[in-house]
Structures are given as structure tokens and as C-alpha cells.
């Protein structure tokens, strides 16, 4: 069974920073994908960035979050981390951490079929 835990949410005042944590547990072997969604109130879940599982330089990002947020991964402790920089306020959201066996670090979160229970992230003005 996948087990999917963020961890670093919080609150932050505008221009700061923050990095995110999802720890991974169980058949993490069949991962090829993992990423980061968002969900902000009264709006849809959306795609954050995305990175292959066994090739850190294959990244995938939204566009409104190219040069602010940074995906990384640390295989050996079945760890991926968003760090994000220069946070505006309409960054609140809960982040959730997916993951998937499809390759191709997409954006749509249909494709992904574990999920973490989500960290909230609140960016002050």
C-alpha cells in the first residue's frame, strides 16, 4: 500500500519562502512520476509541477509557477519537495503531493493514483 504525507505548509508573508515535503512509503518502486497539485477555496484542484521519478531533469511546470517553484527529489528517502520562493497570496491553497506509474511528468491529475492528504499553505499580503 502507497502512502503519500506532505509536510511544510503554513504561513507566510508575501515574498517569502517555503518548502513543501512528501514523504513516500510502500511500493514506491512503481512510481515514475510524482507531483505537486493545488487547491485554493472555491477553485479546482490544479497541476503545480511535475518530475520523473528516476530523472531529475526531466520536470514539468505550470506556467504561472516557472522561476518561483523548484521540484526536486531525494530517491534514497523516498522524498520530493516544492520549494517555492517569492509566495503571492493567490498561492493559498492546499498543496497535495500524487504520484503514478505513468511516465511523461503530466499535468493531469486524472493520470495520478495516489495522493497525499494535502498541507495548506497560507500566504499573507
Known amino acids: 500500500q502507497v502512502q503519500l504525507v506532505e509536510s511544510g505548509g503554513g504561513l507566510v508573508q508575501a515574498g517569502g519562502s517555503l518548502r513543501l515535503s512528501c514523504a513516500a512509503s510502500g511500493a514506491t518502486f512503481t512510481f515514475n512520476t510524482m507531483a505537486w497539485f493545488r487547491q485554493a477555496p472555491g477553485k479546482e484542484r490544479e497541476f503545480v509541477a511535475a518530475?520523473?521519478?528516476?530523472?531529475?531533469?526531466?520536470?514539468n511546470y505550470a506556467d504561472s509557477m516557472k522561476g518561483r517553484f523548484t521540484i526536486s527529489r531525494d530517491n534514497a528517502k523516498n522524498t520530493v519537495y516544492l520549494q517555492m520562493s517569492s509566495l503571492r497570496p493567490e498561492d493559498t491553497a492546499v498543496y497535495y503531493c500524487a504520484a503514478t506509474k505513468y511516465g511523461g511528468t503530466s499535468y493531469s491529475e486524472r493520470l495520478y493514483e495516489y495522493w497525499g492528504q494535502g498541507t495548506q499553505v497560507t500566504v499573507s499580503s
Open positions: 518530475s520523473s521519478w528516476s530523472n531529475s531533469d526531466n520536470t
